[in-house]
């Protein structure tokens, strides 16, 4: 049966897994189009977490997607400042048909206050011509005429108003961003050291099993040099055989878990363009000690705690909308002052424009029933209490969590020491064994049960090394402990 092309880089990566157990083993790189090379570039040195980490923390797409999500929100804020920019503005007017053929120029720069609601402008006004009695205000010396004015907002608007909160609220977006980006970042370089533990674990168990088979294989040699020359019967030649086959399935197994895990991490050991990299088999580390890679902090404060910090700053920005609903409640007292002076020769308007003029006004504006606001601010409070209850049980289950993650680790360590000794004395049984049944005084099935009981206590201990690993990289997680995770 014809197999579809898109599993024949697949089927060939796995045959190439298939070697001899004198063969070093390597697993090539699947381009993305499907065709399968050589991967000449990498080193034979065992595969470390810390360049794992390294590599994911400069190239997995995630982290590279909040880093844009980041920059983001700093456009947002500078969208935001522009509510404070000046703002020039020119305004001419000229009577074309008619019996006046006034013309007037006007120039306007307004800036508002970054601390109050209020505004600063200044003026420049310039006209020729007539103008009818109502429109008397447009004459001005030749020169033209000066002015600067101010708006002072003295209760509503004085504290706050809308243009402060928005550039409030958008700086917090920009610190949400970045914890969402350090959270993003946490979790990525978690998943990684775990990937990274998997490849290990598989790659020691497959290391196991093979022994097991190389036992069988070897043994197989002698017995059938044995059965040559009449010490041994047939049957026992077909019983080692069938034993073989066993354990062959079960380096087979291992082979495809080992080749599932190389497949996973490459989706955070990337090489210098980014492009996923599957690592050669060659660059397994020798034994658990690359389990230990991870190097925790042992200070911990929740307030570290990226989803932590996204809660506060929800909060403050809770406490800005809340502020902004009670400046909706104020009556708007405004102060507005105003110099001008016209310069240069009189013009038609006469000599009353000359002199400088000095104008002071104030505006009050009282809200009755201001349902709006009123809504607002009973909308906003409510948040706060969410958000205030959502704080105190965060903190609770961030305790929680990390007290569990403690309980796991100490489990874990008494399981390696038990794990331990149960395959350092199954080691020296199966040993004895096997001196017993080349000198006669065993059985074959004895032997061979001894061997798989040792290698079972040895996939065992594996497993319970990576299962402290795996809780060490939760811890980190939990924690935040950016350089454990060589995220500083």
Not at 78 to 97: K, Q, Y
Not at 246 to 261: H, I, P, S, T
Not at 475 to 485: H, N, P, S, Y
Request: some cysteine.
């Amino acid at each position: 049966m014809m197999l579809p092309a898109r599993f024949l880089p697949l089927l060939a990566l796995s045959a190439s897994l298939c070697l001899a157990p004198a063969q070093a083993e390597t697993i090539p790189a699947v381009l993305p189009g499907g065709e399968l090379v050589a991967t000449p570039g990498q080193s034979a040195t065992p595969l470390l977490l810390d360049e794992v980490l390294a590599s994911s923390a400069r190239a997995t797409p995630d982290i590279i997607a909040a880093l844009a999500r980041t920059r983001q929100a700093e456009g947002r804020s500078l969208t935001a400042d522009g509510a404070f920019d000046t703002v020039f503005s020119v305004d001419a007017r000229s009577r074309v048909a008619g019996y006046y053929d006034g013309t007037e120029v006007t120039g306007l720069a307004d800036t508002p206050f970054a601390n109050n609601g209020g505004h600063f402008y200044g003026q420049y006004r310039n006209s020729r011509g007539a103008f009818p009695v109502y429109e008397d205000k447009a004459y001005t010396n030749e020169a033209g005429e000066f002015k600067v004015g101010v708006l002072y907002s003295l209760m509503r608007d004085r504290l706050i108003d809308a243009r402060r909160a928005g550039r409030s609220m958008a700086a917090n977006d920009i610190d949400i961003a970045r914890f969402e980006a350090r959270a993003t970042s946490i979790g990525v370089q978690a998943r990684a050291t775990q990937a990274y533990q998997k490849w290990v674990a598989t790659g020691l168990k497959l290391k196991a099993y093979q022994a097991l088979y190389d036992l069988a294989a070897r043994r197989g040699r002698g017995i059938g040099r044995q059965v040559v020359l009449g010490a041994k019967p047939d049957i026992l030649l077909t019983e080692n055989e069938a034993n073989m086959v066993k354990r062959e399935a079960l380096v087979l197994a291992a082979r495809q878990d080992f080749l599932d895990a190389a497949n996973k991490l490459s989706l955070y050991f990337r090489d210098d363009q980014g492009a996923p990299v599957i690592v050669d088999a060659s660059r397994l580390p020798p034994d658990a000690s690359a389990f230990s890679g991870l190097r925790l902090d042992p200070v911990f404060t929740i307030e570290n705690r990226p989803d932590f910090g996204i809660l506060m700053e929800e909060i403050d920005q809770a406490g800005i909308k809340l502020a902004l609903a009670r400046n909706e409640l104020r009556p708007k007292l405004d102060l507005k002052g105003e110099i001008a002076k016209d310069i240069g020769p009189e013009g038609l308007g006469g000599h009353s424009r000359t002199a400088t003029e000095v104008i002071m006004g104030i505006s009050l504006k009282i809200p009755l029933q201001n349902r709006k606001a009123r809504g607002k601010l009973a909308e906003t409070q409510a948040k706060l209490d969410e958000l205030s209850i959502k704080q105190r049980y965060l903190g609770e289950k961030i305790r929680a969590e990390v007290a569990g993650i403690g309980i796991e680790v100490e489990t874990a360590r008494k399981l390696v020491d038990t794990t331990l000794r149960q395959r350092d004395l199954a080691g020296k049984l199966a040993q004895a064994e096997r001196r017993r049944f080349e000198l006669g005084s065993s059985d074959f099935f004895l032997v061979n049960q001894r061997e798989e009981a040792s290698t079972d206590a040895e996939v065992k201990l594996i497993e319970a090394r990576a299962r402290i690993a795996a809780a060490h990289a939760e811890l980190a997680a939990a924690t935040a402990d950016e350089g454990a995770l060589r995220l500083q």
